[in-house]
């Protein structure tokens, strides 16, 4: 533990691991729209109701009765699409300054980790919309899980509930997307954060 936090909250950072122009702020701008998606989606749960027939009302009821409702959600999409466009970007990024290399494979690994999750916390925020588009998505992505032998259905039931073809807001998109997922991408992401300074840096090595 105290490994971790020496690491995490070091006394002292070399100055060469603060270039702007190196990183871009790409890996901080990711976890500040993280944070923001955090709160608003808070304030958000307060009002939405899963469901097929009242996932869809429940966003109709947020974007034009609540107060600043709309206002609300519409920061909640935009920084799910900011941190989306900003994760990828930090991935080429990593990729283009070979700063997946040894000794750091260990957190390139971590962050494609961190990728998938971001996709598909958005994929499950796009399926509680509720809307018929969502219902068709949310029908793609069972029948592809479905696909694999044995598992797909138990997998397609775990993950996905059952959505209908007019609906994809279910229970179980609803807890995975507002537990399930940010908890484990939290966890991931401080991680990410210890592994890069107990590797040396963002610096090339």
Same mark, same amino acid.
């Given at each position: 533990? =105290? #490994? !971790? @936090?020496?690491?995490?909250?070091?006394?002292?950072?070399?100055?060469? @691991? $603060?270039?702007?122009?190196?990183? !871009?702020?790409? +890996?901080? &701008? =990711? !976890?500040?729209?993280f944070i923001i998606l955090g709160i608003t989606g808070l304030l958000l749960m307060f009002h939405y109701l899963?469901?097929? #027939?009242? +996932? !869809?009302?429940?966003? $109709?009821? &947020?974007?034009?009765?609540?107060?600043? +409702?709309? $206002? $609300?959600? #519409?920061?909640h999409y935009w920084s799910a699409q900011i941190m989306v466009v900003t994760v990828n970007l930090h991935m080429l990024r990593v990729v283009w300054t070979h700063s997946y290399k040894p000794p750091r494979q260990l957190n390139w690994l971590v962050g494609v980790g961190l990728l998938i999750l971001v996709l598909v916390l958005d994929f499950t925020g796009f399926l509680l919309v509720g809307s018929q588009e969502s219902g068709a998505a949310a029908t793609v992505a069972v029948n592809i899980l479905k696909l694999i032998p044995g598992l797909g259905p138990g997998l397609a039931q775990i993950f996905l509930g059952r959505p209908s073809a007019l609906s994809g807001s279910t229970l179980a998109v609803y807890v995975w997307h507002c537990v399930g997922l940010p908890f484990a991408a939290l966890f991931l992401q401080f991680y990410h954060f210890w592994r890069i300074r107990r590797d040396g840096g963002v610096r090339p090595l």
């Amino acid at each position: 533990m =105290s #490994n !971790f @936090v020496n690491h995490i909250r070091p006394r002292q950072v070399p100055g060469r @691991v $603060l270039s702007v122009f190196y990183t !871009f702020c790409l +890996g901080g &701008l =990711s !976890f500040l729209a993280f944070i923001i998606l955090g709160i608003t989606g808070l304030l958000l749960m307060f009002h939405y109701l899963p469901g097929e #027939n009242t +996932g !869809f009302s429940s966003v $109709l009821t &947020l974007g034009s009765v609540l107060p600043y +409702g709309g $206002l $609300l959600r #519409n920061l909640h999409y935009w920084s799910a699409q900011i941190m989306v466009v900003t994760v990828n970007l930090h991935m080429l990024r990593v990729v283009w300054t070979h700063s997946y290399k040894p000794p750091r494979q260990l957190n390139w690994l971590v962050g494609v980790g961190l990728l998938i999750l971001v996709l598909v916390l958005d994929f499950t925020g796009f399926l509680l919309v509720g809307s018929q588009e969502s219902g068709a998505a949310a029908t793609v992505a069972v029948n592809i899980l479905k696909l694999i032998p044995g598992l797909g259905p138990g997998l397609a039931q775990i993950f996905l509930g059952r959505p209908s073809a007019l609906s994809g807001s279910t229970l179980a998109v609803y807890v995975w997307h507002c537990v399930g997922l940010p908890f484990a991408a939290l966890f991931l992401q401080f991680y990410h954060f210890w592994r890069i300074r107990r590797d040396g840096g963002v610096r090339p090595l």
